[in-house]
């Protein structure tokens, strides 16, 4: 068990995007950023992580909103904690497949310190807004010193603890498509205890139906923990499209995902139990989706 200290660092507090874009060109390779820190110091104390320079994004103001229109869709600030997500009407009314993950997320203090673009940021397999941030055709907003550019949340992670992100680029905001009619998602994790751990697995979908909710126009169904990033499960989405959804179907397109998964064994569970809840999870994601659309639209 480590009980260290933080290595010695030299602390900014920008006041503005432009400013703390400043703080990272200058100070290079040799600078990182944080927000809620809940996972950079833990890296930090471990000495995995030792920058010279820690940038606090806190004092941003232009980086904590949460709006939405119809036409445009839900724009999150990157500075946003996971505890206000949970807590926002529209997240837990129009984009519930994201307000599943985060009420299961760590704990009540973590989730209050944490926010949505440190845990993209953080890369992890395991991150828990990823899977349906995916599904719902997220993409995330980067802001760096050659300017700005946009990247589809299923293609920001690049392998554990790598991302699409710059050395010397900030994640300004994560932007959700409005949810199209006759549509609805939902997201399962499974932990080894009910809270304050990280999934074994997580299993989002996200389904958009026909007129008559009867058979399933589009299915997207994204999975955490079970490979190297977040990833699609393609061939499970195929099982499912066009198709009257039920609960044999949702059951076929589990067994699809479960062999789509590329899970390992690990302190948490081994692969062939974590292959087995791939199928358990994206059934009942399937089937909590679908529910949705009947009963709540
Ligand atoms: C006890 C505990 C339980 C946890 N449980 C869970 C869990 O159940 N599920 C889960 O997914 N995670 C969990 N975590 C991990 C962590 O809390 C989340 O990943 C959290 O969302 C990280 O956000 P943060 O703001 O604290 O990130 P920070 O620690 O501040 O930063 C993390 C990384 O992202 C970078 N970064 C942060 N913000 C930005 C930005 N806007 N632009 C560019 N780079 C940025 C930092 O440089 C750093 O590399 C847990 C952590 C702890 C300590």
Excluded at 52 to 70: A, F, Q, S
Excluded at 191 to 218: H, P, Q, T, Y
Aim: hydrophobic share 40%; proline share 5%; net charge positive.
């Amino acid at each position: 068990m480590f009980i260290k200290r933080l290595p010695k660092f030299e602390y900014h507090a920008p006041a503005s995007l432009a400013e703390a874009l400043g703080h990272l060109s200058q100070y290079s390779d040799n600078a990182k950023v944080f927000a809620g820190g809940t996972d950079l110091f833990v890296s930090m104390k471990k000495r995995e992580n030792v920058p010279e320079h820690l940038i606090n994004l806190k004092g941003i103001e232009e980086l904590k909103h949460i709006h939405y229109h119809d036409a445009d869709g839900l724009r999150i600030g990157g500075l946003v904690t996971i505890g206000e997500l949970e807590r926002s009407e529209i997240i837990k009314g129009k984009f519930c497949t994201l307000w599943d993950a985060c009420k299961v997320m760590a704990s009540p203090q973590i989730r209050n310190l944490g926010t949505i673009g440190g845990n993209l940021c953080s890369a992890l397999p395991s991150a828990d807004t990823a899977p349906p941030l995916i599904a719902m055709g997220a993409s995330v907003k980067l802001a760096g010193s050659k300017g700005k550019r946009t990247v589809l949340v299923e293609e920001f992670f690049k392998g554990p603890g790598e991302s699409a992100l710059e050395h010397d680029e900030i994640l300004t905001e994560i932007l959700i498509p409005s949810p199209p009619e006759n549509s609805g998602g939902s997201y399962f994790k499974l932990m080894r205890r009910r809270a304050m751990d990280l999934a074994i697995v997580g299993a989002a979908a996200f389904l958009r139906m026909d007129g008559n909710k009867r058979v399933c126009k589009n299915a997207c169904v994204a999975l955490g923990t079970v490979a190297p990033t977040p990833i699609r499960a393609s061939k499970a989405e195929e099982v499912v499209t066009k198709k009257e959804i039920g609960e044999d179907l949702a059951a076929e397109a589990g067994k699809v995902a479960a062999q789509e998964a590329r899970p390992r064994s690990s302190i948490r569970a081994s692969e062939s139990y974590r292959r087995a809840m791939v199928g358990v999870l994206t059934k009942r994601a399937i089937m909590e989706a679908y529910k949705r659309i009947i009963y709540d639209s």
